[in-house]
């Protein structure tokens, strides 16, 4: 039974009607002189059913709901709503935090369900029902505060405060439930001066990726609050791609290098025997090249398996202490390298906020996990390196020709129970398919189940009998799934139990990837347990890997190391295809638009979806296991596609000693210009209007002097997100006398 319980909210904003926003909170942020306020109205809640059995004794459990709203999920506690979001404030400020709240309203007689944290998505986990009969015995407020305020962190550029407010308060011995209706949180800003502490080197550089995670995203904060701070401009240097490579991969990663170059995106290499191949080697090197500043370094990309670069091991995982025979969980340590791509970590605490556990992504990394073949000559292994290659520029530089393949999505769950979807696998991926569905996507269910005959979705509402009769048994699931990964898909999307051969429900494993027989490229985002433990040394490859290394399957994917928390996956995966398509996520009255990351390359996808963690989930273990074992396997800076790549006309050519670029429609946001002179790079440029001269002088090394034959050649090279990459070619012309030209590349 789903029953609705009012806790009629008043002063809502102008514009809000209660008869249109029923269950949704009502979100309104005032920014001004030295104070940003925030109202929160909360029309009410649901009370779903949820009998269970612990210990031999049936209890009569209710779960609450409330739209948009994640929870407050302590091991065993009860599972209370819990709306979060990130908080812009200055740089350079301390702050205050004040609560008011509403006249409380009380519900008597409810037994609310606890919070099952360790509930992982490895099928053979034995769970216990997480249920503290001392805590539920407790005569006391839950929790004994409404609001819990975190940080600063800096959360791509922003520096934020992590805002959770919880509208219910229990009493578990008393079984007294608490509701407030509305809550004004005041956060009073008082500048520091003289400070410089909180400008990190680097934070700065222009990249709107997370706005969707913040309640306040403008850019403007510290003006709009009436801080003196004078704004700082100053050029950017280095990279924004570092490939770290064994030696073997050398050639792989240098074209792949060279690629990137061209398209614009500013990358260089470097050896792991140049830097020393501990972990501490690895950080320092990292932290060291990230940390300059004005760097532009945003992407490292790992090129080696684990026992060619090291990865981090030494780290407990959350369900590797659970008691797992050997069999079952032969790694109780964790596989990481997220600990590359963070100013701080657990062995060098953030002075800032010395007691925090997680620490937030300070750039995206990823790992092409290869190994030399074991049996064949030496050079096996760049060709592998080369293979893996020739997929990430094939999808970026020649991407399907196909319009319908733009349209295609693949969506694969398992409903797990009986009756009612109790982990939220099919409800999730139902939710996103709906999602995409709205967004004029072709999308194809592939969903197995327990039950012939599911009921209810997790919070209780009604599965549809379109969602039913989409339910097959496992072979079914199968062959459809070697049949949609043939045909190719602009994504596939799986929430289900995984190991590291594949996923369990629907099964889709190493040995059915050898059946794709298609050349057509599939995004995987591959949400459960192991599929992308390239580190296990018992196993020659992983299901991740196994993908990497196939033609027509996923140039680079979205995979966990180790077991992985249920809960956790299902925000993690709504959070990912949020990053990529904007509007996924759920929105609330008061929030605002929706938008995708910028430029959706695969790394900054994966830490949004990190970051969003802890804002639906207060479990900081769950949140800091998972910040620690999903990684990009493959490419970080792959840039997905989301429709059929546009093309653009561009007319180049030599006018009175200079090079003229016009486009012949508007230039688009976010392009980017390289010119080339064989394998040298003259000039990168991001221009903003549709007519472009560049006197030849100022190309440098450009020879401007030179004999009739052979024919030296320029090449303009153009590139756009969502555009086709394009390229000019042009005879320079013989300029008497020669040139010197002393500037180097900016």
């Known amino acids: 039974m789903r029953e609705f319980k009012a806790l009629n909210p008043m002063d809502l904003p102008d514009g809000f009607d209660l008869e249109v926003y029923t269950e949704e909170p009502v979100v309104g942020v005032k920014e001004s002189k030295g ?15 949820d009998d269970r059995e612990v210990a031999g004794e049936k209890i009569e459990l209710k779960q609450l709901y409330i739209k948009s709203t994640g929870f407050l999920a302590e091991s065993g506690k009860p599972l209370l709503p819990s709306f979060g979001r990130y908080v812009q404030i200055p740089q350079n400020c301390d702050f205050k935090i004040g609560v008011k709240k509403a006249q409380p309203i009380q519900f008597d007689d409810i037994l609310v369900s606890p ?49 959770h407010i919880t509208p219910l308060q229990y009493n578990a011995a008393k079984k007294k439930l608490i509701g407030y209706g509305n809550i004004t949180v005041t956060i009073s800003l008082k500048e520091k001066t003289g400070d410089e502490t909180n400008h990190s080197p680097g934070s700065m550089i222009d990249n709107d990726a997370f706005g969707n995670l913040l309640l306040n995203p403008g850019l403007k904060i510290a003006e709009i609050v009436g801080f003196n701070i004078p704004p700082v401009v100053f050029p950017l240097t280095g990279p924004q791609l570092l490939i770290v490579y064994a030696k073997i991969f050398e050639n792989a990663a240098k074209r792949l290098a060279d690629w990137k170059n061209h398209r614009g995106l500013l990358t260089e290499t470097v050896c792991i025997d140049t830097i ?8 320092k090197y990292i932290r060291g090249r990230r940390g300059t500043p004005f760097t532009r370094l945003r992407y490292v990309l790992l090129f080696g398996d684990a026992d060619m670069i090291v990865t981090q091991t030494d780290l407990p995982t959350l369900f590797g202490a659970l008691g797992y025979p050997p069999s079952v969980q032969p790694v109780t340590k964790t596989a990481t390298d997220y600990y590359y791509s963070t100013q701080y970590d657990e062995h060098t605490p953030d002075p800032a906020n010395p007691n925090t556990v997680l620490f937030y992504p300070w750039l995206a990394i990823g790992r092409i996990p290869l190994r030399p073949d074991l049996e064949g000559p030496p050079a096996s292994g760049d060709s592998q390196g080369q293979l893996v290659v020739d997929q990430i520029i094939a999808y970026e530089k020649n991407p399907p020709a ?5 349209k295609r999505m693949i969506f694969a769950a398992f409903f797990q129970g009986y009756t009612t979807d109790q982990r939220g696998y099919l409800t999730t991926i139902e939710y996103v398919r709906s999602q995409m569905e709205a967004l004029g996507y072709t999308t194809e269910r592939v969903y197995v189940s327990d039950d012939p005959n599911p009921l209810y979705y997790t919070d209780g509402t009604p599965i549809p009998a379109a969602v039913k009769s989409a339910i097959v048994n496992d072979a079914t699931a199968t062959q459809m799934l070697i049949d949609a990964t043939t045909e190719g898909q602009l994504y596939i999307g799986h929430r289900d139990h995984g190991n590291w051969n594949g996923w369990v429900k629907p099964p889709f494993r190493n040995l059915d990837l050898d059946k794709v027989t298609g050349d ?28 990497l290394r196939m033609r027509g399957t996923a140039p680079s994917l979205i995979a966990a190391t180790r077991d992985s928390g249920t809960y956790c996956n299902n925000d993690l995966i709504k959070a990912m295809f949020d990053a990529t398509f904007g ?25 949004y979806g990190k970051s969003y963690l802890p804002v639906v989930n207060s479990n900081v273990t769950g949140v800091k296991d998972h910040f620690e074992i999903y990684h990009v396997v493959g490419d970080p800076t792959l840039e997905l596609w989301t429709h059929a790549p546009l093309s653009i006309a561009i007319n180049a050519k030599i006018v009175n000693k200079s090079l003229d670029i016009q486009f012949l429609f508007r230039c688009p946001s976010g392009a980017v210009i390289t010119i ?8 990168r440029m991001e221009p903003t209007s549709n007519h472009i001269t560049i006197p030849l002088t100022s190309l440098v090394h450009l020879p401007l002097r030179r004999p009739t034959y052979p024919l030296k050649i320029i090449r303009v090279c153009f590139w756009a997100p969502g555009y086709r990459y394009t390229e000019v070619r042009l005879v320079i012309p013989i300029i008497t006398p020669p040139m010197i030209i002393p500037t180097p590349v900016p």
Request: charged share 20%.
């Open 35 to 49: 104070k940003i306020v925030i109202n929160y109205a909360f029309p009410g809640f649901y009370l779903v059913d």
């Open 115 to 163: 919070a099952q944290t360790l509930l992982s998505d490895n099928p053979n986990q034995k769970h216990e029902y997480e249920y503290d009969k001392v805590f539920y015995a407790q005569d006391a407020l839950y929790p004994d505060e409404i609001c819990k305020v975190t940080g600063p962190f800096i959360v791509d550029q922003y520096r934020a405060l992590l805002v």
């Open 276 to 283: 020393g191949n501990t972990v501490a080697q690895l950080k």
């Open 402 to 406: 196909d319009p319908s393949f733009y």
């Open 520 to 547: 057509m490229p599939s995004v995987f985002y591959s949400v459960n347990c192991e599929t992308g433990g390239f580190d296990y040394p018992e196993h020659t490859e992983c299901f991740a890997e196994k993908n």
């Open 583 to 607: 509007g996924v996520l759920p929105t609330f009255p008061g929030g605002n638009a929706s938008y995708p990351v910028r430029h959706n390359r695969l790394g900054d996808i994966l830490n």
């Open 676 to 683: 080339w002179y064989g394998a040298r790079m003259l000039k």
